[in-house]
Nanobody, 126 residues
Framework: QVPLVQSGGGSVQAGGSLRLSCAYS????????MGWFRQAPGKEREGVAV???????KYADSVKGRFTVSKDDAKKILSLQMNSLKPEDTAMYYC????????????????????WGQGTQVTVSS
């Protein structure tokens, strides 16, 4: 298993920045695709950003140019830097991982991921 423990998040005004972190453990994490997903009240969970085992990244169109996903396998930390935040970014954010079996076209499909963090709230006010 790949326990995922999140930190960060909070409240910020539009245009501000926040950073989310997700600590992971286990010996096979280097082979995993890992990413960030979010769910706003009354909406479906959606993929935000994913980084694969080769450090290739994929972003939702709504966050391209504003969010950056990264990971440090030495420190075992997955991060999401969120800049130029908008009220529509308000949601519960989750980190997730899967064992590298997903094709690129499905990277942002939350149904492909079987390990999840506990979630952290991000609230952006206008």
């Amino acid at each position: 298993q790949v326990p995922l423990v999140q930190s960060g998040g909070g409240s910020v005004q539009a245009g501000g920045s926040l950073r989310l972190s997700c600590a992971y453990s286990g010996d096979t994490y280097s082979d995993y695709n890992m990413g960030w997903f979010r769910q706003a009240p009354g909406k479906e969970r959606e993929g935000v950003a994913v980084i694969d085992s080769g450090y290739k990244t994929k972003y939702a169109d709504s966050v391209k140019g504003r969010f950056t996903v990264s990971k440090d396998d030495a420190k075992k930390i997955l991060s999401l830097q969120m800049n130029s935040l908008k009220p529509e970014d308000t949601a519960m954010y989750y980190c997730a991982a899967e064992a590298g079996r997903t094709l690129w076209e499905y990277y942002l499909d939350h149904g492909r991921y079987n390990y999840w963090g506990q979630g952290t709230q991000v609230t952006v006010s206008s």
